[in-house]
């Protein structure tokens, strides 16, 4: 997999402007970045440009029309979806992007736990509201394909999203 490169601050994808890189997974990176028009902030996850076949555009429209159907608080929101061109170390190139709510303070799920040095019914709570939320996605058909303790997002409140 090749990445056009880091995504430099103030580099834009659509209408948002990217701040910095907040994360990365399997296959996205995620950054923050800022709505020009409304002052928005979102967490930016872009998807490399050879990951993107006609056949993974489909998907990638797919998923993010299933995701938009979701009303859980345990459930980033997304806000927006999109295919563009961006500049790169090496030229242009094409990303798939998808904009969702933004956790301000937000930590993933262990290293909250680790950071707030939570004992079991702590840990348990978080986990509960991790259940609730996938039960969300479930009865709406919805599954998550890499589903981990890195990609359950806690606030600074203590609440999953």
């Given at each position: 997999m090749s990445w056009p490169s880091p995504l430099a601050p103030d580099t834009h994808v659509s209408s948002y402007r990217v701040v910095g890189p907040i994360g990365s997974g399997r296959l996205f990176v995620v950054y923050e970045a800022v709505k020009d028009e409304a002052p928005r902030r979102v967490a930016l996850e872009t998807l490399p440009a050879d990951l993107i076949t006609d056949a993974a555009r489909?998907?990638?429209?797919?998923?993010?029309?299933a995701l938009r159907a979701l009303d859980h608080p345990g459930i980033a929101r997304i806000h927006d979806v999109g295919l563009d061109a961006v500049e790169g170390r090496d030229g242009p190139a094409e990303i798939a992007w998808l904009a969702t709510e933004y956790v301000d303070g937000g930590l993933p799920l262990l290293e909250y736990a680790r950071e707030k040095r939570l004992g079991s019914r702590g840990r348990l709570r978080l986990l509960l509201q991790a259940c609730d939320a996938v039960e969300h996605a479930h009865r709406r058909g919805v599954l998550h394909g890499h589903?981990?303790?890195?990609r359950l997002i806690v606030d600074a409140s203590g609440r999953l999203v």
């Open positions: 489909e998907r990638f429209a797919f998923a993010a029309d589903l981990g303790p890195q």
